[in-house]
């Protein structure tokens, strides 16, 4: 059984998992400002859970192309009193952050998973999550880094899938020689982050390559510019797409759909339940 182990939780991945985007920035690119203060934050998280979402991913920095980075303080500022509260909601808490003091300090106040875009690759990044002896950790492929992966992509001569997983390997093995196991580990193939439309469309195609190494796959399709590109809609119309793309990441063997439409995804992926088990449902 698929089992992908956090800090407080054996997480069960023999279904697909939600998990659901808690922003607490003033510039995200799809709820920038929204959930700002840790009563706005809680209230999301609280409605998130009610919608069906599995797991919380709390962020305190925009990771949109162009995006500014944000200092240390500020993003401990915004982030800590979040994660505080959140874990006493008994769910598995992810953070998503690349700073290895941001990480420590989430790690401290009991958070499960470490979600990081750069895959670690930050000085003293994995040496944090080595030394906490369960947390789960993403890896995350990304090209460049937020403020100029979307003037430099990758090289298209290549092919995508062989790149991200080779990427995700070398991540992965350089993690698990400083003694973190596998099965705290998934991989996701970074939509959008420093990718062509046609890359991020053929990394989906492709996706059961990388779900062939066993290595748990959390996609991250929700409200994406490449969905806006397909489908000319902006950002708050892109629901839709969004679920669409984490249906069919899931039939590619996605293990867990990190998206802002919880209440919507769950639906989408009960009736994809249905038909996957149709003599579950006779009556």
Known sequence: MPIWQTSRF???LTQPRIMGIVNVTPDSFSDGGSHQGVAAAMAHAEKLLADGAHILDIGGESTRPGSPAVPLDEELRRVLPVVQAAVALQVPISVDTYKPEVMQAALDA?????????????PGARAVVAAHPRCGVCLMHMHANPQTMHLQ?????????????????????????????????????????????????????????????GYPLLAGWSRKGSLGKVTGRE???????SI????????????????????ETRDALAVLAAMRRPEAWHV
Do not use: Y
């Open 10 to 12: 054996a997480i069960d």
């Open 110 to 122: 009991g958070v499960d998973i470490i979600n990081d875009i750069w895959a670690l690759r930050q």
């Open 153 to 213: 992509h990758m090289d298209t001569a290549q092919d995508v899938t062989a790149q991200v997983l080779q990427f995700l390997q070398q991540q992965t093995l350089e993690l698990c020689a400083q003694g973190v196991q596998k099965s705290r580990i998934v991989w996701d193939a970074g939509t959008g982050f420093g990718k062509t439309v046609e890359q991020n469309f053929a990394l989906l195609q492709q996706q059961p390559v990388l779900a062939a190494t």
């Open 235 to 241: 950002v708050g119309e892109r629901m839709p797409a």
């Open 244 to 263: 669409a793309a984490a249906l069919l990441a899931v039939e590619h063997g996605a293990a867990v759909v990190r998206v802002h439409d919880v209440r």
